[in-house]
């Protein structure tokens, strides 16, 4: 069973009046009549800020891939957290799922997973800044053309190191 169930871990300071206590897990009730991502499995997330996570990817059960879209979880409110879809314009990494990702300020960075078809092992990187900086309504995904020493594609990254994926764009 797929579920959108979204649970927060606190490891900072007291949060929504003490609603939220530290090192206790935190069930986020969402408010149903606002747009949110399907629910789905395999997918990615990692935060981008202080109570703020970008979901990118997955599966929704059945054999379905979840779309292509970008969603932020912004729980900087904790009593009202809200999904917001991210604007992206251009090509993107696609559907996929058992996808690895990991955010290396300013970039959020995706790698490998499969698409349903064949195991990746391609690196997306999207400047969470720019679009800021440049006065752009929506963000851009690029595709990274590595050189030599491409690791072989896995059927499930479980992760990687920003030492080793460190961009200066």
């Known amino acids: 069973v797929i579920t959108a169930d979204i649970y927060f871990l606190l490891l900072g300071p007291e949060q929504g009046g003490g609603r939220v206590r530290r090192n206790e897990w935190f069930h986020i009730i969402m408010d149903n009549n606002l747009p949110s991502p399907s629910a789905r499995a395999a997918h990615c997330a990692c935060c981008i800020d202080v109570n703020q ?37 251009g090509q993107t990494p696609g559907r996929r799922y058992g996808h690895s990702m990991t955010y290396v300020k300013p970039n959020l960075i995706t790698f490998g997973g499969n698409d349903g078809h064949q195991t990746k092992n391609d690196v997306w990187c999207l400047n969470v800044e720019a679009n800021v900086e440049e006065g752009a309504e929506q963000f851009m995904w690029t595709r990274v053309e590595t050189l030599e020493g491409k690791p072989e594609p896995e059927a499930r990254v479980i992760d990687f190191f920003f030492e080793v994926l460190f961009f200066d764009f």
């Open 53 to 89: 996570m970008v979901l990118y990817g997955g599966a929704t059960g059945g054999g379905s891939l979840s779309t292509e879209d970008l969603w932020l979880l912004d729980c900087r409110d904790i009593n009202k957290p809200n999904w917001l879809q991210v604007p992206v314009a």
